[in-house]
């Protein structure tokens, strides 16, 4: 069974960091891609940034671009967001995804398997 566990969240103000975690288990990263998404509230579900696990490229939407780093550790099985200088518009329920293809994919429809999320809240 593949399971997506997110764990990292938490309160932090304007301009700290957070790391945020994806163990996945019931599936190995090889061939897979990793999206991160986030759903802010009264909105909709949308993309944050993605990797290949097998040739390691990225994809950031313009509002993380320099700001967010993400990363697969295949050894862990464990996908990284690290989001720095965050900011009040980045609060919301951050979920990752698995996917296949490389390059990874954008679109949300294309992430077959979700973890339950996890609450980032930023402070002005």
């Known amino acids: 069974e593949v399971q997506l566990v997110e764990s990292g969240g938490g309160l932090v103000e304007a301009g700290g960091s957070l790391r945020l975690s994806c163990a996945a288990s019931g599936f190995t990263f090889d061939d897979y891609a990793i999206g991160w998404f986030r759903r802010a509230p009264g909105e909709e579900r949308e993309g944050v940034s993605c990797?290949?696990?097998?040739?390691?490229?990225?994809y950031y939407t313009e509002s993380t671009k320099g700001r967010f780093v993400i990363s697969i550790d295949n050894a862990k099985n464990t996908a990284y967001l690290q989001m720095n200088n965050l900011k009040p518009e980045d609060t919301a329920v951050y979920y990752c995804?698995?996917?296949?293809?490389?390059?990874?994919?954008?679109?949300?429809?294309?992430?077959?398997?979700w973890g339950q999320g996890t609450q980032v809240t930023v402070s002005s």
């Open positions: 990797i290949s696990s097998s040739d390691r490229s990225t």
């Open positions: 995804g698995v996917a296949e293809g490389s390059p990874p994919p954008r679109a949300l429809v294309e992430y077959d398997y």
